[in-house]
């Protein structure tokens, strides 16, 4: 039976690579987009939703599927306001995890971060953490989130400080070995592979660190 999708952050760097994997996976016949503006993407499979998406909530009879897949998330330099950034990297995954669970959707896989904590001191990763505790609580059969290290990759906008450390990154690899691989930056093309991979095999584990994402993101 073919498969129908739903994508949250079609937009961006690793959800524009994930987009690209689906369309030409022949067990998906649909692609669900939720996003505030028109993707750009013309395929027979794309079906896009317009909507505000910091209120899911109010297109619950849309939001139907057989995996959500969640690549939404920002920064503090591009959201400096701590409300606004909550109801983005908090609010947003959250809504979209009870709306699966709402709608019986089986499969739920998320982008998070390393270094997420619920009670961390670092309110990035405070908000992380909460994020994979409240989707975690609700108990949707197939969970999984990934928390991928530095992402290293283009992006359409400018992040000084990121791409400064992408570039230090690229000469501390190398270095951290053993349990420390984990620390490594990895590309978003790693993240994708391994989102679309979780979708379609068995994998014991809820949590997915950085250094078994870029492993699990060799598989074609």
């Not at 910091?54 to 959500?68: I, K, M, P, R, Y």
């Not at 701590?82 to 896989?109: C, H, M, R, W």
């Not at 405070?126 to 999984?144: A, F, N, S, W, Y």
Request: aromatic share 6%.
């Amino acid at each position: 039976m073919k498969k129908t999708a739903i994508l949250l952050g079609a937009s961006g760097l690793t959800g524009s690579l994930l987009l690209d994997l689906l369309l030409s996976d022949s067990d998906f016949d649909k692609i669900k987009l939720f996003s505030r503006k028109e993707s750009g993407h013309s395929h027979p499979k794309i079906e896009e939703h317009i909507v505000d998406v910091l209120h899911l909530e109010n297109h619950a009879a849309d939001f139907t599927g057989d995996v959500v897949f969640c690549c939404i998330g920002t920064t503090k330099a591009k959201t400096p306001d701590e409300n606004e950034y909550k109801s983005i990297d908090f609010g947003i995954p959250v809504t979209a995890a009870q709306l699966a669970k709402q709608n019986n959707i089986p499969a739920f896989i998320v982008i998070s971060a390393l270094g997420a904590n619920p009670k961390s001191p670092v309110f990035y990763n405070r908000i992380k953490g909460q994020m994979e505790r409240h989707v975690i609580d609700l108990g949707i059969p197939k969970t999984h989130i990934l928390e991928p290290s530095l992402i290293a990759g283009d992006r359409n906008e400018a992040r000084v400080g990121e791409t400064m450390g992408i570039y230090l990154m690229k000469v501390i690899n190398p270095l951290l070995i053993g349990k420390l691989k984990k620390f490594r930056s990895i590309p978003p093309e790693n993240i994708a592979k391994t989102m679309w991979h979780l979708s379609k095999n068995d994998y014991p584990k809820t949590i997915v660190p950085s250094d078994i994402i870029f492993n699990l993101g060799q598989f074609d």
